[in-house]
């Protein structure tokens, strides 16, 4: 079972390097997504499909990014994610009655991750996250950059669209978003304040383009020994209206408390500051 409502790191790989599956299979990464649509130029599309359908039939698991809805690979990879059961990344996700066609024609094999990058898709956040068939979604902060003419690791520049988000997911009840990328790659301070970014703004995860990245992303999503103590001292308490470390405790704060506590035992069990 693939955890895409708990995964905190999900690395990328391209459909095109069959060489690197098993690579980003054993890396540590919570998930891993085979990516048939922006690593693939048109002249590999199907040889990128193949190579996913072949490593997919070992009984290997992972997400696979389709190409958009309305592109000529569109539906044969669906059908590929579909015969395998996988989840599918949604990308320029904006409609939810293309969702919604997509969850019927998978017949409900295949739980959809809306990859959210396009100003209008930010628009109709609130109906992409409630469509049919859809368990989580994804931020695309270079795509959505690109369109709107700003920089894609201005934080503050991108910091309604991702909020946005975050609201949508909550309101639909689904898992709290997953995070861009971060493209520079191996500048671990600028992946550090990125991920405390969107920690901050209440996402749980984020796509991750190389290995490198994988232990600080995991590290960062999961809630510190502090946090913990701090939700185990609040459950400890009770359920009454009560105070600790002067603060008021009330019911809100035990539902944070115990999503912390669930947080922290991440989607591989119990994370050593546990």
Do not use: Y
Not at 85 to 108: F, H, I, N, W, Y
Not at 172 to 177: K, L, M, T
Not at 232 to 256: C, F, H, I, W, Y
Request: proline share 7%; net charge negative; glycine share 6%.
């Amino acid at each position: 079972m693939i955890p895409v409502l708990s995964a905190r790191s999900l690395l990328f790989v391209p459909g095109h390097r069959p060489d690197r599956f098993d690579k980003a299979a054993s890396s540590g990464a919570d998930v891993v997504i085979i990516d048939l649509e922006d690593a693939v130029a048109a002249e590999d599309k199907d040889r990128a499909r193949a190579n996913a359908a072949a490593w997919l039939a070992l009984g290997n698991r992972a997400i696979v990014r389709i190409n958009a809805p309305g592109t000529p690979w569109s539906e044969t990879d669906l059908r590929v994610a579909a015969d395998h059961g996988c989840p599918v990344m949604v990308p320029k996700s904006e409609d939810s009655a293309v969702l919604a066609d997509l969850a019927a024609r998978t017949a409900g094999r295949c739980d959809l991750v809306p990859l959210v990058e396009t100003a209008l898709g930010v628009e109709r956040a609130r109906e992409v996250c409630a469509a049919p068939g859809v368990t989580r979604t994804a931020f695309g902060n270079v795509d959505l950059a690109a369109q709107l003419g700003i920089a894609h690791d201005d934080h503050t520049a991108l910091a309604h669209a991702r909020s946005r988000l975050v609201v949508a997911s909550a309101a639909a009840g689904i898992s709290p978003p997953v995070d861009g990328v971060t493209t520079a790659v191996r500048d671990m301070d600028t992946l550090s304040a990125d991920i405390a970014h969107a920690r901050r703004l209440g996402f749980t995860g984020k796509l991750c383009i190389h290995p490198h990245q994988l232990p600080r992303v995991a590290e960062g999503f999961t809630p510190s020994a502090e946090e913990v103590r701090w939700a185990r001292a609040v459950l400890d308490a009770g359920n009454s209206v009560t105070t600790v470390d002067g603060q008021m405790v009330d019911k809100p704060v035990l539902e944070r408390a115990r999503r912390v506590l669930a947080q922290a035992h991440g989607p591989h069990g119990p994370h050593p500051t546990t």
